[in-house]
């Protein structure tokens, strides 16, 4: 794993625990609230990389923050993609070979 990766995952889990603790909200209630295993939180909490992406997503949305899921490898953020589409625009509109009898 690349370790941008697993530096990102490990944050992303000591973030979510951050958010739980300014909740007051305990690890076994948050599990029970999300149905997750309390060894799954923990583990997610840690920034396990083999704990599913679905249980990221679940403790997010049981800690209200599952507005952040909208912005996530979102194309309108994706400036090195833009860059590439419009470098494959095409200059300008061929014409159609074809004629058309619609009048």
Excluded: C
């Excluded at 979510?16 to 923990?42: F, Y």
């Excluded at 997010?60 to 400036?79: C, I, K, Q, T, Y």
């Amino acid at each position: 794993m690349p370790f941008a990766v697993a530096r990102s995952v490990i944050a992303l889990g000591a973030n979510i625990r951050r958010a739980r603790l300014r909740r007051g909200m305990k690890q076994a209630d948050l599990a029970k609230k999300t149905g997750l295993a309390l060894g799954t939180l923990k583990r997610l909490e840690e920034g396990s990389p083999t704990t599913a992406i679905s249980a990221y997503f679940v403790v997010l949305w049981a800690l209200g923050l599952e507005r952040e899921f909208v912005n996530l490898a979102s194309p309108d953020r994706d400036e090195e993609g833009k860059t590439l589409e419009a470098a494959h625009q095409p200059t300008r509109a061929r014409a159609s070979s074809r004629l058309d009898d619609d009048f």
